[in-house]
């Protein structure tokens, strides 16, 4: 969801599954820069499956390291195997995005090797 910030407070609009209530309220959490969480309201345009979500940020307390692992296990999502590495699913796709992001391949490795993804 994207939002429209001003002085703590924000507005955005999101899409919803069909049935949903017109009016609740969620748990948003949020990592953009910052850590941030919120208590939104939601209130569907009926007979829409839009709805307008309005809130106030609050800072998480979470550093990004945990808000990631936080916003992953919300979505049932474990980052980790068993033996405490991280899942090939996500090695592969932080290697993409390194890649996508880095514009000097000797900045790219030496990312990749503190990371422990230059395998």
């Known amino acids: 969801m994207t939002t429209l910030d001003f002085l703590g407070y924000y507005i955005g ?3 919803l599954e069909p049935g949903s209530p017109l009016f609740h309220r969620f748990q948003l959490d949020e990592y953009d820069g910052e850590c941030r969480t919120s ?3 939601f209130m569907r345009l009926f007979p829409s499956r ?3 979500a309005v809130g106030r940020w609050r800072p998480s307390g979470r550093d990004p390291q945990e808000t990631i692992e936080h916003l992953m296990h919300a979505r049932g999502v474990d980052l980790y195997n068993e033996d405490g590495t991280l899942d090939a699913r996500f090695e592969d796709a932080a290697r993409e995005q390194i890649a ?3 514009s000097d391949p000797d900045d790219e490795w030496e990312i990749l090797t503190a990371l422990g993804l230059d395998k």
């Open 13 to 15: 609009f999101i899409h």
């Open 39 to 41: 208590k939104a309201t």
């Open 50 to 52: 839009w709805a307008v």
């Open 100 to 102: 996508h992001r880095s």
